[in-house]
């Protein structure tokens, strides 16, 4: 039993309490006990109002001052606890902002802390030498990447020269077989057509010919005829 308690309160110990947590709390206390002031000091107000309105209203006049001077000392009082009130408000403020602006310092120091450790880790000697066998790795692997294309690059080219080959080879005997057979003897019908063609050329150029010898024969018997005349139209002159 003892053992589970001291577990309990070890799990269930909360944050620990500062000084500046209890005076904040000191001041949320007073600031409440100045609020709760302030509200008797109103119905105080109220209630010494309603009395002199009663009093000058049954002709009491030495009463009516006497509650309107009560009034004025409550008024009084509600003004200082306004006071109060205020200051206790603006404490609160400026402890709550310099919390704050602890917690921000604090978090700065342990980030620039961590900053300076990290920064301890990694050296710019380090990094200049990781920078250098990166550049030098990446050169490397430029250069045989060149060396394998060009080696690459050769073979795709007599592999390519040797395909087109055959491409050739495939495209000639197909126009081989489109090409079609010339005949080796002639169709009786062309042969036949092609005589008489030739006969009728022949009958022609004889016809020509034996015009053109007739007209050359009339033409020396007038030659023949005219020389003739010529003598006999010498004598008669």
Do not use: C, W
Request: net charge negative.
């Amino acid at each position: 039993m003892g053992n589970f308690t001291s577990k309990y309160s070890k799990k269930s110990k909360g944050p620990d309490i500062t000084e500046v947590d209890r005076a904040i709390l000191s001041l949320k206390t007073q600031r409440k006990k100045l609020e709760d002031q302030e509200k008797l000091i109103n119905v105080r107000l109220e209630r010494h109002a309603e009395v002199a309105r009663q009093l000058a209203a049954e002709g009491r006049r030495d009463r009516a001052l006497l509650a309107l001077r009560k009034k004025k000392l409550s008024e009084k009082q509600l003004a200082q606890l306004h006071g109060l009130i205020l200051n206790v408000e603006e404490m609160l403020s400026n402890i709550e902002i310099t919390k704050k602006q602890t917690t921000v310092f604090s978090a700065l120091q342990q980030s620039n802390d961590a900053l300076k450790q990290l920064q301890a880790q990694v050296k710019l000697e380090d990094v200049q030498r990781l920078l250098d066998d990166t550049a030098e790795a990446k050169q490397y692997q430029e250069e045989l990447a060149a060396l394998l294309g060009q080696q690459l690059t050769a073979t795709d080219d007599e592999e390519v020269e040797a395909e087109l080959a055959a491409l050739e080879e495939v495209v000639q005997d197909e126009e081989k077989l489109a090409m079609p057979v010339a005949p080796t003897t002639k169709v009786p019908e062309v042969e036949a057509a092609a005589a008489a063609r030739a006969a009728q050329q022949q009958a022609a150029a004889g016809k020509q010919s034996a015009g053109g010898a007739a007209a050359d024969a009339e033409h020396e018997e007038e030659e023949e005829e005219a020389g003739a005349a010529r003598p006999e139209a010498l004598l008669a002159s």
